[in-house]
């Protein structure tokens, strides 16, 4: 199971970086790409937490990827 963390890289893009990770996963033009790379990443590794942050460096969106479990499965209608 891996956390994975989409942010915007200060040059152009997102980057998704594993929790804990040295580097990055990945770098992507899209925040959508690097979204769905993410969850593609954490569903790989056995499920976990995707979270996108925004500019400011606060999380704005958290996914539970499958076979995690989600926390508060009735109040996250948006996924």
Do not use: C, L, W
Request: aromatic residues 6%; without cysteine.
């Amino acid at each position: 199971m891996a956390n994975y963390h989409v942010s915007g890289n200060r040059k152009d893009g997102y980057d998704v970086n594993k929790e804990s990770g040295a580097r990055s996963s990945g770098h992507y033009e899209t925040k959508a790409d690097a979204e769905a790379h993410a969850k593609q990443f954490a569903g790989n590794t056995g499920g976990g937490e995707v979270r996108i942050h925004g500019t400011d460096g606060r999380i704005q969106d958290s996914d539970t990827v499958k076979p995690g479990n989600d926390p508060h499965p009735p109040v996250d209608t948006k996924h």
